[in-house]
T-cell receptor, first 116, second 114 residues
């Protein structure tokens, strides 16, 4: 079975400090991993994805994520947080084979708050 | 929210009524999805469709129904059998053939039962 865990419901960080939002996954086969961001009462916006290749993936708005196969993790990072980064972040995984190739499995989300 | 529209943005329903949420996409995507979002529970899959005239139940399909008569449209009906329908509903789509493509999401519909 496929699943995603986001162990922290909330992450609080001061503006200008680095931030990390954690994600671990379980999937049969090779994983395709995604991060999305959601602002209040809006749909999800795609941030970045890992498919293959370099374990460090760069995405929108200065975010990056590191794929670690041995730890089955895909943590989201940013070197210097902005107040405008405050939002709900979702990690998702898809397996690379099977009849429902498009289906994503989401974590429960992590609320990031960046205070001035 | 990239080529997917959902309407209405807010919807109020009386108990015992069926309501239909609209989802339309102009991305020429084959696969479409409906999710329900509740605080602290992430996104849960209700139904999905990988091709016209075909759809499958997701994890929480009870009390919901869908149709897929056109590639562009995937409406969701919340029936009176759904015991707790108040939630934020999100529609998404993806092009087929490429499992590594990201899903595109609509702006969502917030349903409130009065």
């Amino acid at each position: 079975a496929q699943s995603v865990a986001q162990p922290e419901d909330q992450v609080n960080v001061a503006e200008g400090n680095p931030l990390t939002v954690k994600c671990t996954y379980s999937v049969s086969g090779n994983p395709y991993l995604f991060w999305y961001v959601q602002y209040p009462n809006r749909g999800l916006q795609f941030l970045l994805k890992y498919i293959t290749g370099d374990n460090l993936v760069k995405g929108s708005y200065g975010f990056e994520a590191e794929f670690n196969k041995s730890q089955t993790s895909f943590h989201l990072k940013k070197p210097s947080a902005l107040v405008s980064d405050s939002a709900l972040y979702f990690c998702a995984v898809r397996r690379d084979r099977g009849s429902t190739l498009g289906r994503l499995y989401f974590g429960r989300g992590t609320q990031l708050t960046v205070w001035p | 929210d990239g080529g997917i529209t959902q309407s209405p943005k807010y919807l109020f329903r009386k108990e015992g009524q069926n309501v239909t949420l609209s989802c339309e996409q102009n991305l020429n995507h084959d696969a479409m999805y409906w999710y329900r979002q509740d605080p602290g529970q992430g996104l849960r899959l209700i139904y999905y469709s990988q091709i016209v005239n075909d759809f499958q139940k997701g994890d929480i399909a009870e009390g919901y129904s869908v149709s897929r008569e056109k590639k562009e449209s995937f409406p969701l009906t919340v029936t009176s059998a759904q015991k707790n329908p108040t939630a934020f509903y999100l529609c998404a789509s993806i092009g087929t053939g490429e499992a590594y493509n990201e899903q595109f999401f609509g702006p969502g519909t917030r349903l409130t039962v009065l």
